[in-house]
């Protein structure tokens, strides 16, 4: 299975910016659905973005729609989230996750989770 190790996780004020990285290892990383979930503290773990294996579908909670956005290189194996306009409430820990199909994804059927990057949004 594809190992994930998420980067670029910090600090940001509120209204700012921050571009999360997504690292994949292993073989045909091309063939998986990709995607991001987050976990506040004291909540449970929500899906964020989602996107198919040749990046030609994309799927957002509704909270973040106009503002983040996801993409994908499958040259570089890797999975990006450009979060804009970020809000104190969306500090939480956010997780990559690869799956067979968005819709699999969406139903909690991950292949592999990456450990974790921190956001923290200050206001």
């Known amino acids: 299975q594809v190992q994930l190790v998420e980067s670029g996780g910090g600090l940001v004020q509120a209204g700012g910016s921050l571009r999360l990285s997504c690292a994949a290892s292993?073989?045909?990383?091309?063939?998986?659905?990709m995607g991001w979930f987050r976990q506040a503290p004291g909540k449970e773990r929500e899906f964020v973005a989602a996107?198919?294996?040749?990046?030609?579908?994309?799927y957002y909670a509704d909270s973040v729609k106009g503002r983040f956005t996801i993409s994908r290189d499958n040259a570089k194996n890797t999975v990006f989230l450009q979060m804009n306009s970020l809000k104190p409430e969306e500090t939480a820990v956010y997780y990559c996750?690869?799956?067979?199909?968005?819709?699999?994804?969406?139903?909690?059927?991950?292949?592999?989770w990456g450990q974790g990057t921190q956001v923290t949004v200050s206001s």
């Open positions: 996107i198919n294996w040749s990046g030609g579908s994309t």
């Open positions: 292993g073989r045909t990383f091309s063939s998986y659905a």
């Open positions: 996750a690869a799956g067979l199909l968005t819709t699999q994804l969406r139903a909690g059927q991950i292949r592999s």
